[in-house]
């Protein structure tokens, strides 16, 4: 289910929203104001890696500060440099 990246952002913030219950989550807050937790994270990182490809999970910079555009940057950081 990989996507071209204009997509990426606009689908992981419906997932995110999905796994939440918020609806359509805003990729300007952070993932602690959008109620995500530990279990939610298992949840995004597998839907990331078929939305952006295989990517080392350990390698994400997560906190509770993290938009879901920083994530969406560093993802396809990832997927760049892996496929270099």
Not at 4 to 18: D, I, S
Not at 23 to 40: K, M, R
Not at 64 to 72: E, G, I, P, Q, V
Request: proline content about 4%; hydrophobic content about 45%; charged content about 20%.
């Amino acid at each position: 289910m990989t996507t071209t990246a204009p997509n990426t952002l606009e689908l992981l913030a419906r997932e995110v929203g999905r796994i939440t219950g918020a609806g359509n989550a805003p990729t300007d807050v952070s993932l602690s104001e959008l109620g995500v937790d530990s279990l939610n994270i298992i949840e995004m990182i597998v839907f990331c890696e078929q939305l952006y490809g295989v990517f080392d999970p350990e390698k994400i910079e997560l906190s509770a500060f993290t938009t879901l555009a920083d994530l969406d940057r560093q993802l396809h950081s990832l997927t760049t440099a892996a496929a270099a």
